[in-house]
């Protein structure tokens, strides 16, 4: 597997602004795991809407967007690879964090590794 992000990554909030973004940012993630017979990819984004003004909340929403892009795409190369994928996440445990980026319950139905030590 390959991990995207990390702390002071940039580029998740226009990657994963629309649909159309989106989905050009899974094909290339797509396109490198099969360059490299990976096994799934791993999305570091640290953190979507932290620290942002209200407007700014949409980044959490586009979050779980990115991940139901990812798994459907995931669903439809997983015949063809025969085998299956693992799409996970590294999330901040802090609560105060949780409660402003993360939608839990949403990324936990769509991620296969979904851990946090507070909610
Ligand atoms: C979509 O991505 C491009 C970069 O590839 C960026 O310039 C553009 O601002 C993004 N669109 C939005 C609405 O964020
Ligand atoms: C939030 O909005 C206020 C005024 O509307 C602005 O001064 C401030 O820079 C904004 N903060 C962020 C993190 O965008």
Redesign the pocket.
């Known amino acids: 597997m390959i991990s995207i992000g990390g702390g002071g990554a940039g580029g998740f909030e226009l990657a994963t602004s629309t649909a159309e973004n989106r989905s050009r940012f899974v094909l290339s993630i797509l396109n490198f795991i099969r360059q490299y017979s990976l096994d799934g990819i791993d999305i570091d984004w640290e953190f979507p809407s932290w620290?942002?003004?209200l407007s700014?909340r949409v980044e959490r929403v586009n979050f779980v967007y990115l991940f139901k892009d990812i798994r459907e795409q995931f669903n439809q190369i997983e015949v063809m690879l025969g085998k299956s994928l693992v799409l996970s996440t590294a999330v901040a445990a802090q609560l105060t964090i949780i409660r402003m980026c993360y939608q839990p319950k949403e990324i936990g139905k769509i991620c296969d590794v979904y851990q946090s030590n507070v909610i």
């Open positions: 620290n942002k003004n700014r």
